[in-house]
């Protein structure tokens, strides 16, 4: 059981790690061990998710929820299979957790007399800046 936040635990049957091998550097050793981790976890059907969370959640992780509702997070920052394990669960839970936070609502606010005056003048002084740049006019007789 992964505790997410007070209200959200996962169970740990719904995460589920492959092991691949990272690219990059690292000599001979790099060709022939799996440490790099992709985790998998099914956020459009987890049981573990209140719908609210689960909505917000798929929208934050973007290109990484795939078209089946699954979040991948791939993890090869470190050398050992254990660290990238631990880094990659991490992501997910702080990628939930920020999911969990309900967004503030916004309330519609009005421009200030004060503020509409400000702009106004700022908006004369500049035309007039503007205007004083042109050729003067001369009158022909």
């Given at each position: 059981m992964?505790?997410?936040?007070?209200?959200?635990?996962?169970?740990?049957?719904?995460?589920?790690?492959?092991?691949?091998?990272?690219s990059?550097?690292?000599?001979?050793?790099?060709?022939?061990t799996?440490?790099?981790v992709?985790?998998?976890?099914?956020?459009?059907?987890?049981?573990?998710?209140?719908?609210?969370?689960?909505?917000?959640?798929?929208?934050?992780?973007?290109?990484?929820?795939?078209?089946?509702?699954?979040?991948?997070?791939?993890?090869k920052?470190?050398?050992?299979?254990?660290?990238?394990?631990?880094?990659?669960?991490?992501?997910?839970?702080?990628?939930?957790?920020?999911?969990?936070?309900?967004?503030?609502?916004r309330?519609?606010?009005?421009?200030t007399?004060e503020?509409?005056?400000?702009?106004?003048?700022?908006?004369?002084?500049?035309?007039?800046?503007?205007?004083?740049?042109?050729?003067?006019?001369?009158?022909?007789?």
């Open positions: 992964i505790q997410v936040t007070p209200d959200i635990r996962l169970e740990e049957s719904e995460i589920k790690e492959d092991f691949i091998r990272a990059g550097p690292g000599g001979q050793k790099v060709n022939k799996a440490t790099a992709q985790l998998r976890f099914d956020a459009a059907h987890s049981p573990s998710l209140p719908e609210d969370v689960r909505r917000r959640l798929i929208r934050l992780a973007g290109r990484r929820v795939n078209e089946d509702g699954v979040l991948v997070i791939e993890a920052r470190f050398r050992t299979q254990e660290s990238n394990r631990r880094d990659a669960l991490d992501r997910l839970v702080r990628l939930i957790r920020r999911a969990a936070e309900k967004p503030k609502t309330r519609p606010t009005k421009p007399k503020s509409k005056e400000r702009r106004l003048k700022g908006k004369r002084e500049r035309s007039e800046t503007k205007q004083r740049r042109s050729p003067v006019q001369t009158l022909e007789e």
